[in-house]
C-alpha cells in the first residue's frame, strides 16, 4: 500500500509502514526486501508479502527451516548470504503470522515493516514484539 499517485517530482509512490509513516529501512548488511532495496516495501507481485521488518532469532531461523524456509543457509547463486540471529530481514507475513502462533516469533521494527504486513497480522501483535529504542 501507498499514497495515492506518485511520490515527489513524478518518483514512485511512497511506501507506508504500520504506523502510517513513510517507510524506514529495514537492512542493507544483509540487503534485503523483496526487491533488494533495503526496505519492505511491496507490490502484487510480492505473493509472500515480504513486509514484516524482523530482528530473527535463533528459534525463528529454526521455526522457520523447520517449516520449509531455510534463511539460515547461504545460497550464493541468488546473492543470499544466510542469516544469523540478530540480522534484520524482511520476513512473510504469513511466516512471522505462523511463528507467533508456535510461540516462535521475532521482534519487530514498526517503522520498518510495511503497512500491507495489517492483512496478515493485526498491529497490536506487532507492537508487543516491536523493538524498543
Known amino acids: 500500500m501507498s499514497l495515492n499517485g506518485s511520490g515527489p517530482n513524478g518518483s514512485k509512490p511512497i511506501q ?10 529495514c537492512s542493507i548488511d544483509p540487503v ?27 528459534e525463528f531461523l529454526e521455526f522457520s527451516k523447520a517449516t520449509g524456509n531455510d534463511l539460515s543457509t547461504p545460497n550464493p547463486q541468488f ?11 524482511c520476513v512473510c507475513a504469513p511466516r512471522w503470522k505462523e511463528a507467533l502462533e508456535a510461540n516462535c516469533a521475532c521482534p519487530v521494527r514498526l517503522e520498518a515493516t ?6 496478515f497480522v493485526d498491529l497490536s501483535e506487532l507492537q508487543r514484539h516491536a523493538i524498543k529504542d
Open 114 to 119: 510495511h503497512i500491507g504486513a495489517l492483512n
Open 16 to 25: 507506508l509502514n504500520v504506523l502510517g509513516n513513510p517507510i524506514e529501512e
Open 32 to 58: 534485503t526486501g523483496f526487491f533488494r532495496n533495503g526496505d519492505c516495501s511491496t507490490s502484487p507481485d510480492d505473493i509472500g508479502s515480504h513486509t514484516v521488518c524482523a530482528q530473527v532469532t535463533r
Open 79 to 89: 546473492g543470499f548470504p544466510g542469516l544469523q540471529p540478530g540480522d534484520f530481514w
